[in-house]
């Protein structure tokens, strides 16, 4: 069984993270297969929004903490395999921000530690009302990865981020939903087609549109005021010249809905 599971509905791409017997604890064929996966998505036109979910009750228990006792008992260079693993595991979240078309996790159950991590890198969250998070890097003696660091005080802010890392306590959907990580809780038992009505919705937007959309808003980070202005002029410049633009501007002036193909 492959650690990870990719189907299609439609344009939309679901990566099922496939270890429920580790509560989908990372692996390095997860890894493997999560970069190598998002960096096919990345130029696939046909694919228009992706989703990233965990294989029954949870999302993702963070890494394999078995596998770390392993590496101290190797008799190995312990800092050099675990940058390696480290580094691997952020070119997941490279693609994920590159990815010029919204990724959505779905989370129910767990997202501990470099869960928590992947649910921040992605795009948008929806979180079953059972859900929960826990930064939990702290409590096995170790400060967080996998971009956490990065997103987490955008998200929610230093000083709730700085009590989730330091503290390793668990935090509800509703919770993290008021602190700004969630963007909707729903019942557990819609969670599924919930999360399919969304990610179909965000799948027949304006895809070019919503890539430039996602790109701006991250790169406003690092800009400077006036170059922010120059890369949004120049986003605007490239969406006119797309079919969907001149779909959506008659669709307004028809008074209907746009029927946007991604082009």
């Known amino acids: ?54 294989a029954g009750e949870h999302f993702m228990a963070g890494g394999d903490v078995k596998s770390f ?73 170790t400060s967080p990865d996998g971009s956490s660091t990065y997103f987490l005080p955008k998200a929610l802010g230093l000083k709730k981020t700085m009590e989730m890392a330091l503290l390793g306590e668990r935090y509800t959907a509703e919770e993290m939903a008021d602190a700004g990580l969630v963007n909707w809780v729903v019942p557990s038992d819609d969670f599924d087609e919930r999360v399919m ?22 790169s406003s980070y690092e800009r ?3 170059a922010q202005l120059q890369a949004e002029a120049e986003a605007f410049a490239s969406c006119a010249l797309t079919s969907d633009f001149y779909e959506g501007v008659a669709a307004f002036v028809q008074k209907r809905r746009p029927e946007f193909s991604g082009r």
Not at 197 to 218: I, S
Request: glycine content about 6%; overall charge negative.
């Open 197 to 218: 009505e969304m990610a179909q919705r965000l799948a027949t937007g304006p895809t070019h549109a919503m890539g430039r959309t996602k790109a701006l808003l991250y």
């Open 1 to 54: 069984m492959a650690d990870l599971d990719v189907t299609r509905d439609g344009a939309v791409a679901i990566l099922t993270m496939n270890r429920p017997e580790a509560r989908n604890a990372l692996s390095d064929e997860m890894v493997d297969a999560l970069s190598a996966t998002l960096h096919e998505l990345e130029t696939d036109d046909s694919v228009r929004a992706v989703v990233l979910r965990g």
């Open 69 to 141: 006792a392993e590496i101290g008992a190797s008799g190995a260079d312990p800092r050099s395999l675990i940058l390696h693993r480290i580094h691997h595991l952020h070119t997941v979240m490279y693609a994920m921000r590159r990815m010029p078309k919204p990724v959505l996790a779905a989370v129910r159950g767990a997202a501990a530690g470099a869960g928590v991590s992947l649910a921040a890198a992605c795009d948008l969250v929806m979180a079953a009302d059972d859900a929960f998070f826990v930064l939990a890097y702290v409590n096995i003696g």
């Open 224 to 226: 400077e005021f006036e």
